[in-house]
């Protein structure tokens, strides 16, 4: 990423700060209403995390979890809402520019990709995945709103994790959102019958 669009993030997440109330812990949206979709607690991952509120959210329920984005302003707000909520010694922030890879081995129980789209790194987010593993992925979309640089066109999704089992899908009003589960391994299986 140009250090100029870095910046354009700084600029955002600062801007929002200064807008007054800080960052809340809240579930990714395409898990609202599901949460029961989420597995016991392990490893997550937030990918883009931006200021911290679905990393936060996880580290509540026990997660631990590694936290990416490129802006040090936005982990900085992150790192106090975590703090905040007692929760900061669950978390590991990285910043780290997305574009250069995903880092971190894994593999991680859940898997959270919101508003941050690119789908070259689709197959490094389902790779990460445990077996059983949880993936919660939102991004613009064109579907409702018309053709944009930035949004997906309608399947991309879909396509991209075909391979995990669909739990939920939808594509309306600008956005698309997918649930899906990594396959277990047959001696996962086993272990948990
Ligand atoms: C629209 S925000 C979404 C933040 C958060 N996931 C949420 O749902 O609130 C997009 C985030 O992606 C981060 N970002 C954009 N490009 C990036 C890149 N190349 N590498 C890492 N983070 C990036 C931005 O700093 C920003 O925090």
Redo the contacts with the bound molecule.
């Keep these: 990423?140009a250090v100029a669009d870095r910046e354009r993030?700084d600029a955002r997440?600062a801007a929002a700060g200064a807008a007054g109330a800080g960052p809340s812990p809240a579930p990714p949206d395409a898990l609202r209403g599901r949460e029961a979709l989420l597995p016991a607690p392990g490893r997550a991952l937030d990918v883009?995390?931006?200021?911290g509120?679905?990393a936060v959210w996880l580290a509540a329920r026990g997660f631990a979890v590694d936290a990416?984005?490129?802006?040090p302003v936005?982990l900085d707000a992150a790192r106090a809402l975590a703090d905040r909520e007692g929760v900061g010694e669950r978390v590991r922030w990285w910043a780290?520019?997305?574009?250069a890879g995903l880092p971190g081995a894994g593999p991680y129980d859940v898997v959270v990709c919101?508003?941050?789209r690119d789908p070259a790194r689709y197959p490094d987010l389902a790779a990460r995945l445990a077996p059983g593993g949880l993936l919660v992925v939102t991004v613009l979309s064109q579907v409702g709103e018309g053709p944009g640089q930035f949004r997906a066109p309608a399947g991309e999704l879909r396509a991209a994790f075909g391979d995990l089992e669909l739990l939920h899908h939808v594509e309306r009003d600008g956005e698309a959102s997918l649930v899906a589960r990594a396959p277990l391994t047959s001696a996962t299986r086993s272990s948990r019958r």
């Design positions: 990423m993030w997440h883009a995390c931006g200021r509120t679905v990416v984005d490129v802006s936005a780290h520019d997305l574009d919101q508003r941050f």
